[in-house]
């Protein structure tokens, strides 16, 4: 069993930024793929970025997702944010060879408003 834990929420104007942060404990991390989904109000999961390159349309350009094998991290660097991007992110670690093995964080917050 792999814990996936996210940080890095919160209460952000329009067009500020934040970085969130996602930890898997697991001393295989280079095994996993690791992807940032959200769930806003209302509306089904959807991947926003996936660390093999994948960007929804709504963030290419002003999302980022970067791993650091060393910390067992992945992070999603958000700039310009918009209130449409109010939601809660979720990190999601799946095996590279079985996806049907994977592991979800247990959320973070992040709201967009003035």
């Known amino acids: 069993q792999v814990q996936v834990a996210e940080s890095g929420g919160g209460l952000v104007q329009p067009g500020g930024s934040l970085r969130l942060a996602c930890a898997a404990s697991?001393?295989?991390?280079?095994?996993?793929?690791m992807g940032w989904y959200r769930q806003g109000p209302g509306n089904q999961r959807e991947l926003v970025a996936g660390d093999t390159g994948y960007y929804a349309y709504s963030v290419k350009g002003r999302f980022t997702i970067s791993r650091d094998d060393a910390k067992n991290t992945v992070y999603l660097q958000m700039n310009n944010l918009r209130p449409e991007d109010t939601a809660v992110y979720y990190c999601?670690?799946?095996?590279?060879?079985?996806?049907?093995?994977?592991?979800w964080g247990q959320g973070t917050q992040v709201t967009v408003s003035s």
């Open positions: 999601n670690a799946a095996l590279k060879w079985r996806t049907s093995t994977n592991y």
């Open positions: 697991t001393s295989d991390f280079s095994s996993y793929t």
